[in-house]
């Protein structure tokens, strides 16, 4: 008997040397911009002025511009606020939970995911903040800090006051490890580069890295450290923000499947995003070689693992209100998926839980058209969960005279408008200017994981030495 | 007294020949300065004799210390200092203070872990690099040999790195301006001469 564990397929194609790795990757810093990359630049400044002017609108009139009423106070800010959350997270899933568990495919993904992390982080920012009001007072509502507006210190049993510091650190931290990990990085631009400029902007945010060997030790604990730090953070994170509905009263909130549902779903559209995203930077940048067919069936397949996990969480929902008895929880249910809000409930069910159960089929799995397709249905799918859950419950209130139906303005628009220019900006800006895969990451997995290695690994197994098989025999007759 | 750093530079290719490289030249009794390579190779400090890193116990004592300044903040300023009935539950509730405990304890942990990590090796801003071949940020790794610090002949050392599967092995020579690198000097010296000219990240040929 033989035992031979499979060989994995290369994670960089092409016969890459360490060599064409930095050429691939800095020659898009140093080159001038790509047609595309100007039109999309523009297209992202135009949504953040037109979203800039409704934005500015709002803080000048107040929040009474956007479509809340007395029943519904909570609408689409408080839905898009989770929405960017939700997809931040698959950049830290990719970067922590991957590198904890070693598993060498991240490398090629990891930058862009973890830039993708801390730009919805700052869009999600930017939802309670504006729903604020007034956000230049907001510091001493949402810091420790003694003021008179009221009680004297914020409210620690409040999970409002836990979202301030579970977001607040989840940012920081996040910040901290894209950069660290950017820093050799910027030492191999700085190196290369020719202008006075850049060799001097380059060469500060490198820190002047070296990568002696001693460094290197001290940066991989401290990688290692960050990703175990990140990884309980990451789930702590939206676990808080399930909280915010959790731990209120509020039939269709009030249930205890929010946290580890909220933290499925937010990788599932994490990963969704991160799939858009790099489809098109793979596309425009010619990255065909380091982000593979490989790379994208491996995310498809987490988008069905954690998408069935929210489709089982829907349904589990809906029968636990049924069996717990209590009678408002279950119309809050029904009502969720009959009233008059079904339309929405129904485009949730069929992007989130129909559409990716399509992965199952390998050839739609390893499709970019298709991916790219699925990936925005369910973006669009995780969008109208949070829409469902939040206006869905709220909008029939205790008493029949203060039901009503939100009907969203176009200050609720144009402010959505505002963070997908803010997000799409930072990410082009990023992209032109600083290096989109990780190279020092990839250098490192390249001599076991490249294409040559793999056809050397192939060749043994299907022509297996005798010296193996002789090893193996003798094992047996013992 | 002699001021100028003499350096014998040996330039590796593969990975794998480094890592056999630094255990024969150091099983023949040269002390190696210090290998520069364009990402981390597992095992190279094990190869060098390094100690293990100590950042997992600055993390464990930021991280505690981020605990102990949450849990007395929430439990100062929400019993002691002004304590409020908030739907008649207790004013020290302690299961209330875990989140943000714990969101701390991370906070702490991993600023103070990897701000001490970049301090304490010298990784600033301002920070001028002694760069001894510019090609180890790209895919060459680079051992440096320090001549002062070694008994043996610069020739005996040449032929030890090249038996060690150096691809070439040259010298390099700092002097006591370039070895000190100030952040001034150098941005001055990058505006008026320009890029390749650049006292210490300039080519070495």
């Not at chain 1, 990451?234 to 915010?244: A, E, G, M």
């Not at chain 2, 006591?176 to 000097?185: R, T, V, Y």
């Amino acid at each position: 008997m033989q035992i031979v564990s499979e060989v994995r397929e290369p994670l960089v194609t092409g016969g890459k040397t360490h060599k064409d790795v930095t050429e691939d990757i800095c020659k898009q810093i140093e080159g001038a911009p790509a047609p595309a990359w100007l039109a999309s630049f523009a297209a992202s400044l135009l949504a953040l002025a037109i979203g800039g002017y409704y934005l500015g609108d709002l803080l000048w009139n107040g929040i009474g511009k956007w479509g809340l009423n007395k029943s519904v106070q909570w609408a689409w800010d408080i839905t898009n606020f989770v929405w960017w959350v939700g997809i931040g997270h698959a950049g830290t899933l990719i970067s922590a939970v991957l590198l904890l568990f070693r598993q060498k495919w991240r490398t090629s993904i990891n930058r862009a995911a973890e830039a993708m992390t801390i730009f919805a982080v700052i869009c999600a920012l930017f939802w309670p903040i504006a729903h604020m009001g007034r956000p230049w007072i907001g510091p001493v509502w949402a810091f420790p800090l003694p003021n008179t507006y009221g009680s004297l210190w914020v409210n620690f049993n409040s999970p409002l006051l836990w979202d301030v510091f579970a977001i607040g650190t989840y940012f920081s931290v996040s910040l901290l490890f894209w950069y660290v990990g950017l820093v050799p990085d910027f030492a191999t631009i700085r190196d290369r580069a020719t202008s006075k400029i850049s060799r001097l902007m380059y060469g500060m945010l490198s820190l002047g890295w070296d990568g002696s060997a001693k460094s290197w030790m001290h940066y991989e604990a401290v990688s290692l450290i960050l990703a175990g730090l990140s990884t309980p953070l990451v789930l702590s994170v939206h676990t808080i923000v399930s909280f915010d509905f959790a731990t209120s009263v509020i039939p269709g909130w009030h249930t205890t499947i929010f946290p580890p549902y909220f933290v499925a779903g937010a990788i599932f559209s994490g990963f969704a995003m991160v799939l858009t995203l790099m489809l098109v930077t793979r596309k425009v940048y010619h990255l065909e070689d380091y982000i593979t067919i490989e790379h994208i069936e491996m995310m498809n397949i987490i988008i069905i693992v954690t998408g069935s996990v929210v489709g089982i969480a829907y349904l589990t929902e809906f029968f636990i209100a049924w069996y717990s008895g209590v009678e408002f929880e279950l119309y809050a249910f029904i009502n969720r998926s009959t009233g008059p809000y079904w339309w929405a409930y129904l485009s949730m069910m069929t992007c989130n839980v129909v559409s990716p159960q399509l992965f199952w089929i390998k050839s739609i799995r390893t499709s970019l058209t298709w991916t790219f397709v699925l990936s925005i249905i369910v973006n669009i799918g995780m969008w109208f969960e949070r829409f469902v859950i939040i206006v869905t419950s709220l909008h029939r209130d205790y008493l029949p005279s203060s039901w009503t139906y939100f009907v969203p303005t176009i200050h609720d628009v144009g402010t959505y408008l505002f963070t997908f220019g803010l997000f799409f900006t930072f990410f082009f800006l990023f992209a032109k200017f600083f290096p989109v895969i990780n190279m020092a990451e990839v250098k490192s997995v390249l001599k076991e994981a490249n294409s040559k290695m793999y056809r050397a690994r192939r060749t043994l197994v299907t022509e297996p030495l005798p010296s193996i098989e002789e090893k193996v025999t003798e094992k047996e007759a013992h | 007294m002699d001021k100028n750093k003499h350096f014998l530079v040996g330039i590796f290719n593969d990975q794998d020949d480094l890592l056999h490289g630094v255990e024969d030249i150091r099983k023949k009794g040269v002390k190696i300065h210090e290998v520069f390579t364009p990402f981390p190779i597992h095992g190279l400090e094990h190869a060098l004799g390094y100690e293990k890193s100590w950042a997992p116990k600055a993390a464990f004592m930021f991280g505690f210390l981020g605990t102990c300044l949450a849990i007395t903040m929430q439990v100062g300023m929400m019993a002691i200092d002004w304590p409020m009935v908030i739907g008649g539950k207790p004013y020290l509730s302690i299961p209330d203070f875990v989140p943000v405990s714990f969101e701390f304890t991370v906070l702490l942990a991993s600023y103070g872990m990897t701000l001490t990590f970049l301090f304490v090796r010298g990784y600033l801003p301002h920070a001028v690099p002694r760069i001894f071949d510019i090609r180890s940020t790209d895919d060459k790794h680079v051992m440096a040999i320090d001549l002062a610090n070694n008994s043996l002949s610069e020739e005996q050392i040449r032929s030890i790195v090249k038996d060690a599967h150096a691809e070439e092995v040259y010298r390099r020579d700092f002097t006591d301006e370039e070895n000190k690198g100030s952040f001034l000097k150098y941005v001055v010296d990058l505006f008026t001469n320009g890029v390749t000219r650049s006292s210490r990240i300039a080519h070495h040929r």
